[in-house]
Every structure is written in C-alpha cells, then in structure tokens.
C-alpha cells in the first residue's frame, strides 16, 4: 500500500469517527445533561492531548492577547457550543436527522465565509449551498410531520451545533499567528473543559445518577472520535492534497446515519434519504471542484491561478 492510499484510508476511518459522534451522542443524551457530558468529554480528552504534546516536543504557542481572546471565543463556540447543542439537539431529535445535518458543515463554513468574510463564491460553491440547503428543508418538513415540534426543535438545535463549528473555522482565519493542529487542539479542549465544567454547575451534576452506557459513549467519544480522529485526519492529510482531503468530508453523514439505522435502530424516511443525497451530493460536488481548481493551478502555475489557495470547505 502506497503513502497516498494510506492517507485514504486515514482519512475515511477518522471521518468514520466524526460520524459516530452522533450515535454517540444520542446515547450521552439518555442519561447525561449537555453541558455535564461535554465536561466529562474534555476532562477525559486533555491529558491524551497533554501526552501527544510531551511526546512530540510540541510547544504551546505565544500569541498576543487578541489571538487569545479569539482562541476562547473559539472555544466557547466549536468545542462547548457544537458538543453541548450536538447532544441537546439528539435528546429530541433522530440520529438520522442528525447525521445528515452534520454534513452540512462544509457547506455552511462555505455560507458564513461568503456572508462575514466577503469571500466570492463560484457557481459550484453557491449551487453546493443551494442543494444543501434544499436537502435540511426536505428533512425539516419530514420532521415536522413526524415528530411534530420537538423534533424540529432538536434538528435546529444541531444545526446551530453546525453553526457553531462554522463560526470556529471563521475565528481561526482571523488568529495573526498560525496555532500548529496539536497545540490548537490542546488548547480548545483545555478552554472547553474550563467552560463546560463553569456551565454545568447550573446542571447540579453532583446529584445526578450517572448512566453507564452513558458515561461509556461520553469516554468512546473523547478518546477515539476527539483523539484518534485528530491523530487518523492529520496522518491522512500529510499524505494527500487539501483538496482531496476534504472529499472525505463526506463520509461523516454516511457514517452518521449506517450508525443510526443498525446501532440504533432508527428508521430512515423517503424524505430522509433524499435529505441525505442531497447533503452529499453538495459536499462531493464542492470537493470535486476544489480538485478540480488545484488541478488548474498546478499546470498553469501561480500567476494563472492568482496565488490563490486550494479551496477549503
């Protein structure tokens, strides 16, 4: 097996599981508050992190109080917001619905990109956002001749957990000083334990019977989604190009809802599975464009392409 096809593989196992998360998570939900639970998920994660560190050499960076300040609200937002609202969101929604919004992610750092950065968008990134978009309608209108209000309550719950990972990407273009992957994640998982574990308290977690499947998938989501799924995605991204890197985004839904209909035993909708196409359909066609672009660049050169970067989503 060649370098390149091992960076496939790294790259399907860690977006294999990204998408477990939800399965994951819904289980969390049956037996832990959202905050309580995202606590319990970094105190386990950070010392892995603090360990890949030592073992590494690695460093945490020294940065201005601005970056700082970005790095906290990033915190508060990707790390605390998307794990605390993924798992509300699954206490009254289906894994299903989930796992198909989660796949919107590229789709909607592409949006907010356009939206708060100015960046211009190409037909296929806008048409990429149209079928997604159309995709979340179809399983919002399912939901809400299915589950009525609660689920369409949870689905908009996950998306802001979407929403929230969005705005993460955002910050982190804003950061003047490059943060390295490792030190970055140290970082956010330090900051999202802070956080997490200063909003539980209004969760009264010390008087909490504590569910033991629960508690298992809170542990199996620190330790191999959060840690291994770190490690699998930079090994697989040192051996492949960006833009083929994030074709692989699109196995996290399909990983996402597998998990939900033969974990769990959810069902899947008509509506549901047109959602799903839709969603992937959006993100292959934005990842094939971006390889696609850096095809271009690499024959014509920088000049052609206007030194511009690979599209990333």
Known sequence: MNSRTRGYCYLAAAMALVGSTVAASKIIGTGLPP????ALRFAIALPCFALLMALTG????????????LLAVQAIAGSVG???????????????DGGIILGTLPLVSAAIAILLLGERPGKATLGAIVAAAFGVW?????????????????????????LCEGLFILLNKRLRRPVAPLALSTLMTGFGLAFSAAASVAEAPWNLSLSAPAMAAVAYYALLPTVGGFLLWYAGAARVNGAEAALFTALAPVSAVALAAGLLGESLAPAQLAGMACVLGAVLALGWSGVRSRG???RTGPAASGGCSPHRP
């Open 35 to 38: 905050f309580t639970a995202t």
């Open 58 to 69: 690695a460093r945490l960076p020294r940065l201005e109080p601005r970056d700082w300040l």
């Open 82 to 96: 998307y794990t605390a609202l993924l798992i509300a969101g699954l206490q009254r929604a289906s894994a299903v």
């Open 138 to 162: 179809l399983m919002m209108r399912h939901s809400a001749g299915a589950g009525g209000a609660r689920s369409l309550a949870g689905n908009a719950l996950i998306l802001g957990a979407v």
């Open 296 to 298: 271009k660049a690499l």
